[in-house]
């Protein structure tokens, strides 16, 4: 009998040893070899004669709108790519370039162009009925959270900068936004979730902070390179704004008194576009080496990492939930729908990650998880 208990602890602690290796082993691949693959685009859409400036998707991820450079914004129904409206903006001749910029309203139910002439639209989704047409309010739209304002950056008669904040109700202006300190083109433009703070990324390397009460400047961001472009986007929960731009860096700064906090790390190309997961923890970057990126927002860390197949990206969006990307294509005009997709592989894009097998990579590689559940 005491053999046999002998040999039963012994088996017995063997056993349990075996377990927690296994578990051991699991959260060290799940947290250090986390990988991304994406297939060919699920979709092509081809309709445009000139190349796609911008693309955005409707609040509810059904639809899809197209900027392009032949003067018109499309429609398209998201889940098969078909086409629904055509909408004639501008007719563009040497001059002036096409249309440039397009944004849904929250509730899905208007979208709002800008082009090069100076003039922003407003659209019905449902028929593609013309509601606005606002003269010399500019060529970069975004929509406030409520609805009820839509900010415009464009140029004034004396070749200044102007940002305007519309009343969308009767496209009326509200005020004038300060934007002294820059000249150049505007990027990006975005509400803070609470709809107090519009961000504006520009050409100059500068992003610009406003309150939309008074329109007052808040901040002035610098740190990125001159005649780079630069794209902004705010986390859902309001803390954080982060900035992507084509000098290949991605900055974090807080929101309530524009302090940089860090930089993402690694290696990183020229940045098209980016978003914030649901829960505000990760940040979706593209870049022009044709690479979907993942970061850890507490600290820049790289997460994971896919490449697509290589198009002359001009723009990119990302559908509510991120398990889509479209991007539209520059210089063909075809606009491409990818389904992104985890996957966990032993190696990341080819080589080893350099997180360290801790709780906190776990976590982090958890949370990248729970982005696509």
Same mark, same amino acid.
């Given at each position: 009998?005491?053999?046999?208990?002998?040999?039963?602890?012994?088996?017995?602690?063997?056993?349990?040893?075996?377990?927690?290796?296994?578990? %051991?082993?699991?959260?060290?691949?799940?947290?250090?070899?986390?990988?991304?693959?994406?297939?060919?685009?699920?979709?092509?859409? /081809?309709?445009?004669?000139?190349?796609?400036?911008?693309?955005?998707?409707?609040?509810?991820?059904?639809?899809?709108?197209?900027?392009?450079?032949?003067?018109?914004?499309?429609?398209?129904?998201?889940?098969?790519?078909? !086409?629904?409206?055509?909408?004639?903006?501008?007719?563009?001749?040497?001059?002036?370039?096409?249309?440039?910029?397009?944004?849904?309203?929250?509730?899905?139910?208007?979208?709002?162009?800008?082009?090069?002439?100076?003039?922003?639209?407003?659209?019905?989704?449902?028929?593609?009925?013309?509601?606005?047409?606002?003269?010399?309010?500019?060529?970069?739209?975004?929509?406030?959270?409520?609805?009820?304002?839509?900010?415009?950056?464009?140029?004034?008669?004396?070749?200044?900068?102007?940002?305007?904040?519309?009343?969308?109700?009767?496209?009326?202006?509200?005020?004038?936004?300060?934007?002294?300190?820059?000249? /150049?083109?505007?990027?990006?433009?975005?509400?803070?979730?609470?709809?107090?703070?519009?961000?504006?990324?520009?050409?100059?390397?500068?992003?610009?902070?406003?309150?939309? /009460?008074?329109?007052?400047?808040?901040?002035? !961001?610098?740190?990125?390179?001159?005649?780079?472009? %630069?794209?902004?986007?705010?986390?859902?929960?309001?803390?954080?704004?982060?900035?992507?731009?084509? $000098?290949?860096?991605?900055?974090?700064?807080?929101?309530? $008194?524009?302090?940089?906090?860090? /930089?993402?790390?690694?290696?990183?190309?020229?940045?098209?576009?980016?978003?914030?997961?649901?829960?505000?923890?990760?940040?979706?970057?593209?870049?022009?080496?044709?690479?979907?990126?993942?970061?850890? %927002?507490?600290?820049?860390?790289?997460?994971?990492?896919?490449?697509?197949?290589?198009?002359?990206?001009?723009?990119?969006?990302?559908?509510? $939930?991120?398990?889509?990307?479209?991007?539209? $294509?520059? %210089?063909?005009?075809?606009?491409?729908?990818?389904?992104?997709?985890?996957?966990?592989?032993?190696?990341?894009?080819?080589?080893?990650?350099?997180?360290?097998?801790?709780?906190?990579?776990?976590?982090?590689?958890?949370?990248?998880?729970?982005?696509?559940?």
């Amino acid at each position: 009998m005491p053999a046999r208990a002998e040999v039963w602890r012994r088996f017995s602690t063997g056993a349990v040893t075996a377990v927690l290796l296994l578990v %051991v082993i699991a959260v060290v691949i799940l947290s250090v070899t986390l990988s991304f693959s994406a297939r060919g685009p699920s979709l092509t859409l /081809e309709g445009h004669t000139a190349g796609v400036t911008d693309v955005a998707f409707s609040p509810d991820g059904a639809f899809l709108a197209s900027a392009s450079n032949d003067g018109t914004v499309r429609i398209w129904r998201a889940e098969d790519g078909e !086409l629904l409206y055509t909408l004639e903006h501008i007719r563009v001749d040497e001059l002036i370039s096409g249309t440039l910029s397009v944004s849904f309203s929250p509730d899905g139910e208007t979208l709002a162009s800008g082009a090069g002439d100076n003039t922003v639209k407003l659209w019905r989704v449902a028929d593609g009925a013309l509601l606005h047409t606002l003269p010399k309010a500019g060529y970069r739209v975004a929509f406030s959270p409520d609805g009820s304002i839509l900010a415009s950056v464009g140029m004034s008669q004396t070749l200044q900068l102007t940002v305007l904040l519309w009343r969308v109700a009767d496209g009326e202006v509200i005020r004038t936004l300060e934007s002294s300190p820059v000249t /150049e083109f505007c990027n990006s433009l975005a509400f803070s979730p609470d709809g107090a703070t519009l961000a504006g990324g520009f050409q100059e390397g500068v992003i610009l902070m406003w309150s939309v /009460e008074d329109g007052a400047l808040l901040h002035t !961001l610098q740190g990125h390179d001159r005649h780079c472009e %630069v794209y902004v986007a705010f986390s859902p929960d309001g803390k954080t704004l982060a900035s992507g731009s084509w $000098d290949g860096r991605i900055r974090f700064w807080r929101v309530e $008194d524009g302090t940089f906090l860090h /930089e993402a790390t690694g290696d990183l190309s020229s940045v098209s576009g980016i978003a914030f997961s649901a829960d505000s923890s990760t940040l979706v970057s593209v870049s022009y080496d044709y690479t979907v990126r993942f970061w850890c %927002v507490a600290d820049g860390e790289p997460i994971g990492a896919l490449a697509r197949e290589e198009h002359n990206q001009q723009s990119v969006a990302f559908s509510p $939930d991120l398990k889509t990307m479209a991007s539209g $294509d520059w %210089v063909d005009g075809v606009i491409r729908i990818y389904d992104i997709e985890s996957s966990s592989n032993s190696q990341r894009q080819g080589q080893e990650s350099t997180l360290p097998p801790t709780k906190q990579s776990s976590e982090r590689a958890v949370s990248l998880l729970n982005i696509f559940s």
